[in-house]
């Protein structure tokens, strides 16, 4: 089986993508319970845009943590892909 991922940055945070799975189409069994095979996927393109920010919290939440002298921050990032 041959997957492959192009991706390309066209502005900060963002991305284009276009994903192949099972570029051979071969018919791969996946599992198997007892007689019933199960196939893998077929051939799929996938292609799209990729969104990515990066937050930060502060707030009353971390005020504990303040008391005994220890910064507290959060950070997230934030992705959003679609198709």
């Given at each position: 089986m ?15 993508f ?19 095979k ?18 930060t ?27």
């Open positions: 041959v997957d492959a991922l192009i991706q390309k940055p066209i502005a900060k945070g963002i991305r284009v276009l994903n192949g799975e099972n570029l051979t189409n071969r018919q791969d069994i996946a599992a198997q319970t007892g007689p019933v199960t196939l893998g996927v077929p051939l799929l393109v996938l292609g799209g845009i990729c969104v990515e920010h990066e937050l919290l502060q707030g009353d939440w971390s005020s504990g943590l303040r008391r005994v002298g220890i910064r507290a921050r959060r950070r997230w990032l934030i992705r959003v892909c679609s198709i």
